[in-house]
Every structure is written in structure tokens, then in C-alpha cells.
């Protein structure tokens, strides 16, 4: 994901979480599998009891144009709406 990131943006605009920052409390990692395929993933940091931000969502490569991210996002809204941030 951070390599893809830094091909295709500058290093400034390039806010994507290292596996590191990813294993922090606030943070929350989820993947989108389909049998034993990785199909995408994405995160939420939790930024206050009320305000999250939606972190590193990725889609494979070789899934791109299948609903994989919207299915992430819908999940990630989801996790926001239950936490009520």
C-alpha cells in the first residue's frame, strides 16, 4: 500500500499508515477476502470519543472495478455509525 502511495503521489500529500501506526490502539484494520483471496482494505482511526477519519482503503490490483472498495467503505460507514462518531 505505502509503496503504491508514494508512486502515485509527493511524499507531502502521502498520508497513508505504515504497518506500524496500523497496529495502534485508535486504529482499527479490517480486510475484504473472498475464499482466500485478498480483495481489499481499509482502516478508521479513531480521533476523539466522536470524530474518526477512514485511513488507508486499498483495493488489489487484480480486483480493481469489482466493488471491493465501495463494499470496504459501506463497512468502515458502518463501524463509524456503531461507534456513533
Not at 11 to 16: D, G, N, T, V, Y
Not at 32 to 41: D, I, R, S, T, V
Amino acid at each position: 500500500h505505502l509503496h503504491g502511495m508514494h508512486e502515485n503521489s509527493p511524499i507531502e500529500h502521502s498520508f497513508a499508515l505504515n504497518l506500524t501506526a496500523l497496529q495502534q490502539p485508535e486504529i482499527s484494520f479490517f480486510t475484504l477476502w473472498e475464499q482466500n483471496e485478498l480483495l481489499a482494505c481499509g482502516a478508521i482511526q479513531e480521533l476523539s470519543s466522536t470524530h474518526a477519519e477512514l485511513k488507508s482503503m486499498r483495493t488489489h490490483p487484480k480486483h480493481l472495478r469489482k466493488g471491493a472498495a465501495t463494499e470496504m467503505l459501506k463497512h468502515l460507514l458502518l463501524i463509524a455509525q456503531q461507534r456513533e462518531y
